[in-house]
């Protein structure tokens, strides 16, 4: 079992990102941007993050979803995705993924789609 590890999706919010370091320096938050993936198609984006063990958050409802669930389909590795609707609080999002983070392994979250806030 492992810690959860977290990549941004090109069309995340800085805040969230940039909050969560405050927050909580030691998790780990990574952004696609940073990485050289930011123009990445969702097939790869997923791929990437299955590969290298993060959970992805991500803006994108529509078509992040629907690859995520053909990966699910498929039987393809598919570690989890989070998804956060634009109008959400961002401080909200930020304490939902630190709890995530603290209070869960990575892999509780193998092959789900799942909208914050959790609550």
């Known amino acids: 079992m492992s810690r959860p590890r977290f ?4 069309d995340l919010t800085d805040a969230i990102v940039l909050g969560l370091a405050r927050r909580e320096p030691a998790l780990e938050f990574h952004r696609l941007r940073e990485l050289g993936l930011a123009s990445r198609p969702d097939t790869e984006v997923l791929e990437f993050a299955a590969r290298e063990g993060f959970l992805l958050v991500s803006h994108d409802a529509n078509t992040m979803t629907a690859h995520a669930s ?3 389909a498929s039987g393809s590795l598919m570690p989890g995705v989070f998804i956060v609707h634009q109008g959400d609080s961002i401080a909200t999002i930020i304490e939902d993924l630190i709890l995530i983070w603290a209070a869960s392994e990575a892999e509780e979250w193998a092959d789900q789609v799942v909208f914050l806030p959790l609550r």
């Open 70 to 72: 053909q990966r699910i």
């Open 7 to 10: 990549l941004a999706n090109h």
